[in-house]
């Protein structure tokens, strides 16, 4: 079982830029898909990007696609999250998640674990 912890949310204003951390424990990265996924307030939670397992497959929501990038440091059993150019739009809590094996779904359900999420505020 894995424990997630985010970390690196704040306030920017719009076109700047963010790293958001995902500190894992209790199990390796290298073993599952890793995503990362976001909620505005009265929104369902929406994916962001993931990365699958092998590593081989790093897919984006259309909204992100560009300006965000996902990596993940198998040494340091960290993910990352670095977004550019960022919109008010943007704003939200966002949340690591793990699949055990996985394939890098976009999909909520198939993610057992998940952080406790960190605030992102883009201010206009």
């Known amino acids: 079982q894995v424990q997630l912890v985010e970390s690196g949310g704040g306030l920017v204003q719009a076109g700047g830029s963010l790293r958001l951390s995902c500190a894992a424990s209790?199990?390796?990265?290298?073993?599952?898909?890793m995503g990362w996924f976001r909620q505005a307030p009265g929104k369902e939670r929406e994916f962001v990007t993931a990365?699958?397992?092998?590593?081989?497959?790093?897919p984006y929501a259309d909204s992100v696609k560009g300006r965000f990038t996902i990596s993940r440091d198998s040494a340091k059993n960290m993910l990352y999250l670095q977004m550019h150019s960022l919109k008010p739009e943007d704003t939200a809590v966002y949340y690591c998640?793990?699949?055990?094996?996985?394939?890098?779904?976009?999909?909520?359900?198939?993610?057992?674990?998940w952080g406790q999420g960190t605030q992102v505020t883009v201010s206009s």
């Open positions: 998640a793990a699949d055990l094996l996985g394939t890098g779904s976009v999909f909520v359900p198939e993610y057992a674990y």
């Open positions: 209790g199990s390796t990265v290298s073993d599952y898909a």
């Open positions: 990365i699958s397992w092998r590593g081989d497959n790093t």
